[in-house]
């Protein structure tokens, strides 16, 4: 028996209150770990370099790694509506984590495909822009021997005219992040990087004027003489093509399987255009007839192919072009997950075959936190908050089971006897007795006095309780104990005849030793009366279960009731550490923020860290 004692003390132990709570609280620590930066790690586990591509062609040279960036869109730290709380603070946040994690895969550079910063257009000071700019390189910092090339957006330097642009905007892009268009050689490939926005622009001065490209006079140092220079310069070497601003193409063309919704469709507005003109497009696949095209702005992925335009100088050239627009490195409402591409180089020379291709791309994706919202916090805020109401509401119910059983008539009895029974055969009655002890020798066998002996119906109907005499504990079979309980609801229609119970009526009794016996139990009011004295609204139901006659009713709860049951008044009162009494919301509150606290705590710890 005492190992089974044991054995319940310890597994009373393990399920205390005290352990459950610490037990959520370690878990919300984790979980927060887990989706404010574990999953980006977790995001990454099947992002690969693309250099298996290029071995399985038969190269044995060791590829060139290049990291794709598309819209960071870095947000102002000096604009008002950004807090440490508000949107801009949680991209800010995701940025950082996001690049902290990607920079573990070591690229040998890094190309960024235009929209930099959020809002470098409106940017009219030189020192706040440069301000700008060390947020930038805080955030994005990387070893100083990999290059960083950098393609100019709409967000950067600006698309058509307006008022509210800084004319300086171009000038400081040049400055502080490179040349607007400029062709680097890499891996034995030429890197072409356009400046979209000023082509768009270009190309509206020359349709105004009605023009076409072969008779138009570009604009010096503009991007129409740049792609026009890079052709004049004939190499062998592939052309791999940088634009911010994607290339035109049909509205049914799809964009694959990769994409999240819909498809890329032409339109313009205030500072945007979401894909070059047709005859810009034209002219661009035309002159420099590039082997792919990268290209951002749309925040989407989009992989499709272009026919590029027939040429009589090289029958065997390529007639196809593969365009890739590479997702949004910072979330957006338009995408679920931002992402990024990896692209892999290797010199043509390498190649066994000369048809084989020197280049391969990989898609990568970062975190859903949208997802991870809806799958993972709120399945896990229910699931804690039924938890901690399920501790709050079980003490009551185990308080209320045992207040109820002791309302047994020996309960009013003993508050009339002396503090010291005396000895004799009715002194059993006035002891400690306890409803669970079921073993030891029983109390002396005194019969009832005839005023208080209660009819018992059935053996069902039978409640029995154990008495403690002075020195062991007992079980007698003819104690006055054996009264029932009136927990019986006079009037319900399951009852028996009234008659086989006590009185209402009967409020004295009279023991041999003379005493008076005052407040004898009476029954509780039936349903139906509880039901009538409601002024609240209230539904019923009777029907037969197992041959006996069962009620359900449903009924709003009174003002009166509400307050009791959140202030816990009476016997369902709980003492809280503080020393003071509050009911159980008062207690699920405080779990609540208990078990919340470290979590808060950790989360703000890692939004401070990456901010």
């Known amino acids: 028996m005492s190992f089974i004692h044991e054995k319940r003390s310890r597994k009373s132990r393990l399920l205390s209150r005290n352990t459950i709570i610490n037990l959520l609280r370690f878990f919300w620590v984790v979980l927060v770990i887990w989706c404010e930066f574990g999953v980006f790690f977790y995001s990454l586990s099947d992002c690969k370099w693309p250099d298996k591509e290029l071995k399985g ?3 044995t040279e060791k590829p060139t790694r290049v990291l794709l960036i598309a819209d960071p869109q870095l947000p102002n730290p000096r604009h008002s509506g950004i807090s440490w709380l508000g949107y801009g603070a949680s991209s800010t946040r995701y940025l950082r984590k ?3 994690v990607v920079t573990r895969l070591h690229p040998h550079a890094v190309v960024w495909l235009g929209d930099v910063l959020s809002s470098g257009l409106y940017v009219t000071s030189e020192d706040e822009y440069k301000n700008y700019v060390d947020e930038f390189k805080g955030i994005f910092t990387i070893d100083k021997s990999v290059p960083n090339y950098f393609v100019p957006g709409n967000r950067d330097v600006g698309l058509g005219e307006s008022s509210t642009f800084s004319k300086n905007a171009r000038k400081y892009f040049t400055q502080y992040f490179g040349p607007v268009n400029q062709e680097i050689d890499l891996a034995g490939h030429r890197l072409i990087f356009i400046d979209a926005p000023g082509l768009v622009d270009e190309d509206y001065r020359r349709h105004g004027m009605g023009k076409q490209y072969e008779t138009w006079t570009p604009a010096a140092g503009g991007p129409i003489e740049f792609i026009a220079s890079v052709a004049i310069r004939a190499s062998s070497s592939p052309i791999i093509l940088f634009s911010h601003i994607p290339l035109s193409r049909p509205a049914s063309t799809s964009c694959g399987p990769l994409r999240e919704k819909g498809s890329i469709r032409a339109s313009a507005g205030h500072g945007y255009q979401n894909m070059l003109g047709k005859q810009t497009t034209r002219f661009v696949l035309h002159t420099l007839r590039p082997a792919v095209v990268f290209s951002g702005d749309n925040r989407d992925y989009c992989n499709m192919t272009h026919q590029l335009p027939a040429t009589d100088a090289n029958i065997l050239a390529k007639t196809t072009a593969r365009e890739v627009t590479v997702k949004s490195f910072s979330p957006s409402r338009h995408i679920r997950r931002p992402g990024f591409q990896l692209l892999s180089l290797i010199p043509p020379g390498s190649a066994v075959s000369p048809h084989g291709s ?11 936190t949208f997802r991870i919202f809806n799958s993972i916090y709120l399945p896990a805020l229910v699931l804690t908050g039924i938890v901690l109401l399920y501790l709050n509401i079980s003490p009551d119910r185990h308080h209320r089971r045992f207040s109820t059983l002791s309302l047994s008539p020996v309960s009013a009895i003993s508050r009339s006897r002396p503090s010291s029974p005396s000895r004799g055969p009715e002194s059993a009655i006035w002891t400690n007795w306890s409803p669970r002890k079921s073993s030891g020798p029983t109390s002396p066998a005194v019969s009832l006095p005839p005023s208080v002996t209660v009819r018992v119906p059935s053996a069902k109907e039978i409640f029995t309780f154990r008495a403690l005499s002075p020195s062991a504990t007992g079980s007698p079979l003819d104690s006055p104990l ?7 609801h006079a009037g319900h229609e399951d009852e028996m005849n009234p008659a086989h119970y006590p009185s209402q009526h009967h409020n004295e009794h009279v023991w ?6 005052h407040e004898a139990p009476s029954f509780l009011p039936s349903p139906s009366a509880r039901q009538s004295e409601r002024k609240w609204p209230s ?3 009777s029907f037969v279960f197992r041959g006996r006659r069962r009620r359900i009713t449903i009924a709003l709860p009174t003002w009166g009731e509400v307050k009791n049951f959140c202030a816990s008044e009476g016997n369902n009162r709980v003492s809280l550490s503080i020393g003071k009494r509050r009911g159980m919301l008062w207690r699920l509150g405080g779990d609540s923020i208990s078990v919340a606290l470290p979590a808060v705590v950790m989360w703000a710890l890692i939004g401070w860290l990456f901010f």
């Open 57 to 59: 062609a038969g190269s």
């Open 98 to 100: 996001g690049w902290s």
């Open 358 to 368: 020197t280049f391969a791309d990989a898609h990568c994706l970062l975190p859903d």
């Open 482 to 488: 054996l009264s029932p309980i009136p927990l019986f």
């Open 512 to 517: 041999p030793s003379g005493e008076d016996v």
């Open 539 to 541: 539904w019923s139901w």
